[in-house]
């Protein structure tokens, strides 16, 4: 075992000599938010996709907070889509933040941030990604310069109804 000290790329930019200024999106980026709400029906099946808050590719995000009544029997993945105009709105990584969430019971602002990276280690929005602009943490080479969709996806049916509703923190990748 050793003792050590580490730091992180914004200490380390700031004690450099001379000082290097880190991108606002990791040290004094405004904390921004978006939200969306749906409602879901009990004949709701699975792969039924409720879209509810769009970002840009090179925002950093900070946090995914999910609400929900209890919908019975409903569970699902929360991930990344292209927006529907874009590639018809295809997937691009369905459970990217949370994998098989029940939404069964009543939820306010759950934080399924890390949900699946914590439930299958490497995989989806880990803490190594906590600094990246959306980009690079979806693992692409360069960004795209475009919006995506956070959605929730069925992985059960719902057989109640009830609201969803996601809250998106970010900083602007400006």
Known sequence: MAVVT??????TNADALPQTLSPQRIDGGRLRERLGFVEATATDSIASVYRLV???SGDRISRVLLSCD???TAVGDIGIYDVTAVNAGAAVDVDFFASAQALTAALVNVD???EADAADAGAGFG?????KPLWQALGL???PGKQYDVAVTLTAAATGAGTIGLKLQYVDGN
């Open 6 to 11: 580490t730091k992180s790329v914004a200490v």
């Open 54 to 56: 769009r970002i840009n």
């Open 70 to 72: 209890a919908i019975t």
């Open 112 to 114: 399924v941030t890390h």
């Open 127 to 131: 803490l190594a990604d906590v600094e």
């Open 141 to 143: 080479a360069a960004d």
